[in-house]
């Protein structure tokens, strides 16, 4: 079988390989530590936003991190970096179930986003789309869909193993199970045959002009900006359902299973939303899942019935995923392709220093109102801003584009 008939199967290795490494990493660097948030606080009697701050490290060190270790990817190999990031995030994670003081869990965690997660999120989407002279989309799509499943499979995962052994034994499980499963996996990613890359970057490398009548670095400081305050809206519930279902008097186990069923119809939402984006424009679809999460998120607040929680968390789930796919798809199309990949490593970074500020002010708000209330109009009014400043930038677009029109 010559190399070419080879080639057209391994790229859907690549693809699945790196959908279960963004599932298990980013599941529990996104929002995993939500269900430790009620034992840490038992057991030391720290205050759940000291706690989420824990989060907000891993997060902050992630976003740092994408930026850092990509460029080191593209200079070195993927498969090099993504092997280093899951053992240093691996270890990190079994490391931190022995810690005993905050600091400790706050440098673990900036540690394994910025040396572990980092060298596998921006490295995995970039690698898995430069595997496909076509169809990139739904290939960088599936890898996206297994990181919204890691982020509803691990949290109830961790629930359920919290409730049969306690904390630092999860922890540590954890960190066997991070081990067990990315290395493997890491030894698979390959770089794209190298002829594949010198056709997609002949066929590409004159498209230098920018597709908007606003500069690259103007859009994108107008995208990040719009998604830290999206960010902060969509980390709540990522970070606060789980102990907010706690209150209400269920399980972790119980309160874990409605955010794994969140996360599930995300991974419907995210493609749903990318065809929408196609069909209406990026801009407008995004808009369409920001006002989705904006309007719905404080209804969270108003529920106390377990099957109520998994009806609005179905409905939630759906159209707050569709943030997700819009934004790549906003910077794609926003954006030359000269710097689309250093335009999405920076809007990713507002993303992530979104979720990293939205957790820690939901805990923080927790600290001094007693409950979630302060949590989740928070997170409303953050969604709010964000729709106006993506409104403004449509606005802006159009009056552009009709000004070019007219002058022509």
């Given at each position: 079988m010559n190399h070419s008939e080879t080639e057209p199967f391994y790229?859907?290795?690549i693809v699945f390989a790196s959908a279960i490494m963004l599932a298990v990493s980013m599941g529990m660097?996104?929002?995993?530590?939500?269900a430790f948030l009620i034992p840490l606080n038992d057991e030391f009697g720290?205050?759940?936003?000291?706690?989420?701050l824990i989060n907000l490290a891993g997060?902050?060190?992630l976003s740092l991190g994408g930026i850092v270790m990509g460029r080191v990817a593209d200079r070195t190999s993927t498969r090099r970096v993504c092997l280093f990031g899951a053992i240093v995030m691996g270890l990190c994670v079994v490391g931190a179930s022995q810690a005993q003081q905050l600091w400790q869990f706050y440098l673990l965690f900036f540690v394994a986003g910025f040396l572990g997660a980092g060298s596998l999120f921006t490295p995995l989407i970039a690698n898995t789309g430069n595997w496909?002279?076509?169809g990139a989309g739904l290939a960088i799509g599936i890898a996206s869909a297994g990181q919204a499943l890691g982020q509803g499979a691990v949290p109830f995962g961790i629930a359920i193993l919290i409730g049969n052994m306690g904390w630092r034994d999860a922890l540590m499980t954890m960190g066997i199970i991070t081990l067990a499963v990315l290395i493997p996996l890491a030894i698979l990613i390959r770089q794209p045959p190298k002829s594949r890359q010198q056709i997609n970057q002949g066929a590409n490398e004159t498209d230098d002009q920018s597709p908007v009548p606003?500069?690259?670095n103007t859009v994108v400081a107008w995208l990040g900006i719009a998604v830290l305050f999206c960010c902060i809206c969509m980390s709540v519930p990522l970070m606060h359902l789980l102990p907010l279902i706690h209150d209400r008097g269920f399980s972790l186990e119980e309160a874990g299973s409605v955010v794994f069923v969140m996360m599930v119809v995300a991974i419907l939402g995210r493609v749903a939303f990318g065809k929408l984006a196609d069909m209406?424009?990026?801009?407008r679809a995004y808009w369409i899942a920001s006002c989705w999460q904006t309007v719905m998120v404080f209804g969270f607040i108003q529920i106390n019935s377990l099957d109520?929680?998994?009806?609005?968390?179905?409905i939630y789930g759906f159209g707050y995923a569709g943030v997700m796919t819009t934004v790549l798809v906003c910077v794609r199309v926003l954006t030359p392709l000269s710097r689309r990949a250093s335009a999405l490593g920076i809007v990713t970074l507002f993303g992530w220093f979104g979720h990293a500020i939205g957790g820690y002010q939901g805990g923080y708000f927790f600290d001094i109102s007693g409950d979630y209330t302060l949590t989740y109009a928070n997170a409303a009014m953050a969604g709010v801003i964000n729709l106006m400043i993506v409104t403004s930038l449509y606005v802006t677009l159009a009056r552009r584009r009709a000004a070019l029109t007219f002058a022509g």
């Open positions: 790229r859907w290795v660097m996104v929002n995993g530590f939500s720290w205050q759940r936003g000291s706690v989420s997060l902050m060190g496909f002279k076509s606003l500069s690259a209406i424009g990026a801009i109520t929680f998994y009806i609005y968390a179905v």
